[in-house]
């Protein structure tokens, strides 16, 4: 399992009887957001862009921590630091990588999500 549930279940203690819809959001966005920023990767490295790479590394690496994704979260933070030293070298290679485990922490997601909305 790539979700820590209870990263998103302890959003219980404050939210309250709103909870459910409110983690219901936040999987909608991150669901919509993640393949972009996927996508930004990729792109970042054929363009060279490492301001792009940089922030769309962040960005990955921040929301996955909300979300409970912690081993994209960690790759996506190794990824940044990279991106900072300038360390690009056989990075389509770890971008890859994070993109299938994108897809299968998106499909875990899907599924909490039907599990919230039954």
Not at 17 to 37: C, G, R, S
Request: net charge negative.
């Amino acid at each position: 399992m790539n979700i820590d549930r209870t990263v998103l279940e302890a959003y219980r203690q404050v939210m309250g009887e709103d909870t459910d819809a409110m983690i219901d959001d936040l999987i909608a966005t991150y669901l919509e957001n993640t393949p972009t920023l996927i996508r930004d990767l990729r792109r970042s490295l054929e363009k060279g862009d490492t301001a792009l790479f940089i922030r769309a590394a962040h960005t990955l690496k921040s929301s996955s921590a909300a979300v409970g994704a912690i081993p994209l979260s960690r790759l996506a933070a190794g990824l940044e630091q990279k991106g900072k030293e300038n360390l690009f070298q056989g990075m389509e290679t770890e971008v890859a990588s994070m993109a299938a485990l994108v897809d299968v922490t998106l499909e875990e997601f899907i599924t909490w999500r039907r599990e919230l909305n039954a």
